[in-house]
Structure formats: structure tokens, C-alpha cells
């Protein structure tokens, strides 16, 4: 693959402004704050963390940029410069008619969900996000994963595993289409491992969309990263910035939601964008109900600015072939010492496979769990389970296992250098080493929804 420049090395693009310290603990301090916390990585204090990742939503470095146009940050109720330069960085680069920001990428789903949701109502995805079902399925609708088969695979490797199946869309459409209020494509999805769509892709559901006279909707919030694969990966695109790739999916759909805590390098934020001005004004009312006036909407003027600039930045070449670079070193790292890892890497984390890893442990014994509470151990990192406790409690009560058992190594944008990813592979190494004596998770307490952020476990032997 060609690359821009000719150095092997491809470098953090950025020096360090100012820092963070990060405090070492003892195995013995993390073994009394771990069974404290219920086995429960979300019920840790983050000062017992040392490479936390857990998230890389909100997560990531400003730039001294950001930090300045927080500065110019204006705090006006109504009519805010601050959302002007927002509004004109968004539809830069999506240019739908209407802009609503929001307090994060879940208050955008609740608002398009609680108007074009509801019971009865099923909205197909390539894969929902765990918030993005669950706010669906608040509302009463059901919320249809259809990812390519691949995309279930970790160890296929596919250049666009987060592709939607497209025949499956249309047989549901053919069968259902009047109870189906939009469609829906996560870009990278997330839940299948960080992993791109292809333009190919969006255009054959665009198509299969029309047909059917649906709208569109991107949940966008690492579209740059995606972006970026589609610039090294798909035929036709590598001499096409990424500004433009993000502009012509923009163009195959009618809709957005957004977080602004992933790629657009904020530390909050959000946005719900579209071009139907009838749902929009809906919308907009249940974004005054709850997230305020249409001008803000749940953000300081100043975090508006900081969006703005961050959306600048989250398409520059050199900062994405960095971006991307550095979660393939960890992957790469974790693969070759043996680590079962969802390959190709994705834009934004590591997943490794905790079911294949210990597979000794049924997945209702959640390896996931058991798996991020010893990286957790073992030195300190923090990990995310994304699997059968994410997914694996349905609406009526009952427990199934989830498609698979990763667990998500989620790397922070521009936050972490190439020592602490070296730790990390360090500490995921010794605890491979023993994988076999580790103990499956029971769950003694858990809420009916969105269990995972809650619930808390013991150690099943
Ligand atoms: N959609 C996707 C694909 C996401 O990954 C997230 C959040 C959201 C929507 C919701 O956005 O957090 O701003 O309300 N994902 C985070 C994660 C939490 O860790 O992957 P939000």
C-alpha cells in the first residue's frame, strides 16, 4: 500500500503541551478496588486507572487550537457566534439543512428515536450502538442488527467488515417496509470491532433505501476514521482527501447523529443534523424540551467552538495516518504473540477475542468480564466488555450470549505514546500466559437495561 511518506516510522504528529500525571498502584490495591467495585471496570475510580481504556469517547487531547477556541467561546442564550463557527464546520462537511447540537451522540438518538420510533416501528442498522438500541427500544421499537457475515467473524479478514448485508435490508424492507421508519448505518461500527464501511456500501444501500422510499441516516461518529480506510483500502478513493470522502457520503444520506466526543476530538458534544424540514421541526421541540435552545442545545458556547475546531483537525492526513497507525502497532503486537484479535484492526480499538481466548469459559460465564477485570490485575488497564453482559439480556427479561465475547482495548485520540501502548502489550501478554486459570463472572445485581454499566459480578469459582 502506498503510503505519503517514505519513513517507517509514522510518528505522534503533535508534541506534548501539557501533561497528566498517572499514579502506579499495587496488585494488592487493585485487587481490594476491583472486588469493591463489583468486579464493575465502570465502578472504578479513574485515579486507580493507569492506561484507561475504557472509552475513546471523550477521552482525547485538545489541541492548543481547541483550548484557544474555547477562549473565544460566546455564552449568548440565543444566537451565539460560537454556533455559527459550529454550524459552519458541521455542514462543511455535512451539509444538512439542519443542524441540532446536542449534550452527546445518545441525546441525538432519543430525539430522532422519539419522534420517528415507537412501537411497532423497527429501524435496521448495520449494527446499533448500545445506546443507540437502547434508546430505540425505550421507545418501544425494535432495533435490527444486519452486518455482513464477516463482520461476525473475527478472524475474517474483510477490508470493509462493517458493511451492512444489503440483501438481508432489502428482505426486510420487502417484508416490512411500512414499519420501518428509517435506516441506519454506523460508520466505523463500533460493535463489530471498529471496522469500516465501504463506500460501495452506503451507495448499494442508498439505492436499496430509494426503492423503498426510506430515509437514510449515518451515525457518524467516526466517519474520519472510516473515512480514512476507505482512502487506503477502496479502489477509486486514494487520491481523494478525506474531507471529500466524508462530504460524498454525506450526500447518499438524509440524516445524521453524532457524537462529538469521538472524532471530532472534543471532550462533549453532540449532534442531530437532517434535511427533512417537517421531522426537523419536531425534533427541534424535543431538543427545547431537554437539551435547550436550538442555538445551543445542551453545550457552553465554548464547547460549540471547540467542535468546530476539532472537526478541522479530526481530517488532517497526518494526524489520521497516525490515528490509525497507532491502534495497528498495539493490534499488530497482541497478534503476534499469539493474542485471538478481530482482524483487520479498526479505527478507534483492539478487540480481542475473550471468547476464543478462554474458552473454557461459557459465554454465560461472560470471558469478556472475566478477561478486563485481569488486564485490570494484572497492571492496572482498563478495558470495555462488548459482549454477552453488553448484549446479551433481551427486552423480556431473558439471557442469551451475544454474537461474540470481545473485549474492546479502546485507544484515547492523541492521549497515550508508544511506551504506554508497549505496557499495555506487556500486561495483556502475562495475562495470556495464564488465560487458562482464570474464573468465569457470575452476576449477583444488574439493572433491565443497559446492564453493563451497573451490574455487579463475583468471580464464579
Ligand atoms: N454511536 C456509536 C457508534 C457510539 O460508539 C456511541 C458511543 C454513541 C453512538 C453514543 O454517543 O456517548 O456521545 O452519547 N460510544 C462510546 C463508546 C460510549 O465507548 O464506544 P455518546
New binding site residues.
Given amino acids: 500500500m502506498m503510503t505519503e511518506q517514505s519513513f517507517r516510522t509514522i510518528i505522534e504528529p503533535f508534541r506534548i503541551h501539557s501533561v497528566e500525571p498517572v499514579r502506579l498502584t499495587s496488585r494488592a490495591e487493585r485487587a481490594a478496588v476491583l472486588e469493591a467495585a463489583g468486579y464493575n471496570l465502570f465502578e472504578l475510580a479513574a485515579e486507580d486507572v493507569l492506561i484507561d481504556l475504557?472509552?475513546?469517547?471523550?477521552t482525547g487531547a485538545m489541541s492548543a487550537e481547541q483550548w484557544a477556541a474555547i477562549q473565544r467561546g460566546n455564552e449568548a442564550y440565543a444566537g451565539a457566534p460560537s454556533f455559527g463557527r459550529f454550524r459552519a464546520a458541521v455542514t462543511d462537511l455535512f451539509p444538512f439543512a439542519h443542524v441540532l447540537p446536542t449534550h452527546?451522540?445518545?441525546?441525538?438518538?432519543r430525539i430522532l428515536f422519539t419522534v420517528a420510533g415507537g412501537s411497532g416501528r423497527i429501524v435496521p442498522n448495520n449494527t446499533h450502538?448500545?445506546?443507540?438500541r437502547a434508546n430505540l427500544e425505550f421507545t418501544g421499537a425494535s432495533a435490527v442488527d444486519l452486518p455482513v457475515a464477516e463482520g461476525l467473524q473475527p478472524a475474517a479478514r474483510h477490508p470493509f467488515k462493517g458493511n451492512m448485508d444489503v440483501a438481508a435490508l432489502e428482505r426486510l424492507l420487502a417484508a416490512q417496509a411500512a414499519a420501518v421508519p428509517l435506516v441506519m448505518l454506523?460508520v466505523?461500527?463500533?460493535?463489530t470491532g471498529g471496522q469500516p464501511v465501504s463506500m460501495a456500501n452506503v451507495r448499494a444501500v442508498r439505492e436499496v433505501c430509494d426503492r423503498f422510499g426510506k430515509p437514510l441516516f449515518l451515525?457518524a461518529?467516526?466517519i474520519a476514521e472510516n473515512a480514512w480506510f476507505i482512502r487506503t483500502r477502496e479502489p477509486g478513493y486514494q487520491d481523494v482527501p478525506v474531507a471529500d470522502i466524508i462530504r460524498q457520503m454525506a450526500a447518499l444520506a438524509d440524516g445524521m447523529?453524532m457524537?462529538?466526543?469521538?472524532d471530532p476530538l472534543a471532550n462533549i458534544?453532540?449532534w442531530l443534523a437532517l434535511n427533512d424540514d417537517a421531522l426537523a421541526e419536531r425534533c427541534r421541540n424535543l431538543q427545547i424540551l431537554t437539551e435547550g435552545f436550538p442555538t445551543y442545545g445542551g453545550l457552553a458556547g465554548r464547547d460549540l467552538d471547540a467542535i468546530a475546531q476539532g472537526l478541522r483537525e479530526a481530517v488532517d492526513h497526518d494526524y489520521l495516518r497516525y490515528r490509525v497507525r497507532s491502534v495497528e502497532y498495539l493490534g499488530e503486537a497482541l497478534e503476534k504473540i499469539g493474542v485471538p484479535v478481530v482482524v483487520p484492526f479498526g479505527g478507534?480499538a483492539v478487540f480481542i477475542d475473550a471468547r476464543a481466548m478462554l474458552p473454557h469459559i461459557d459465554p454465560l460465564a461472560y470471558p469478556g468480564q472475566a478477561l478486563a477485570c485481569a488486564l485490570y490485575l494484572e497492571g492496572g488497564v482498563r478495558s470495555?466488555e462488548i459482549g454477552t453482559v453488553m448484549f446479551g439480556l433481551q427486552p423480556d427479561g431473558t439471557e442469551t450470549p451475544a454474537a461474540m465475547d470481545l473485549v474492546?482495548l479502546?485507544v484515547p485520540r492523541r492521549t497515550y505514546t508508544q511506551s504506554h501502548m508497549d505496557y499495555v502489550i506487556e500486561v495483556v501478554e502475562r495475562v495470556a500466559y495464564r488465560a487458562g486459570d482464570l474464573p468465569g463472572m457470575r452476576i449477583i445485581s444488574q439493572p433491565r437495561r443497559l446492564r453493563h454499566f451497573t451490574a455487579r459480578f463475583e468471580p464464579a469459582s
Avoid: I, P, V, W
Wanted: hydrophobic share 20%.
Fill in positions: 475504557l472509552t475513546d469517547s471523550g452527546q451522540g445518545r441525546a441525538a438518538e450502538f448500545d445506546t443507540t454506523t466505523t461500527n463500533n460493535s451515525d461518529c467516526r447523529t457524537s462529538a466526543k469521538k458534544g453532540g478507534h470495555c474492546r479502546a
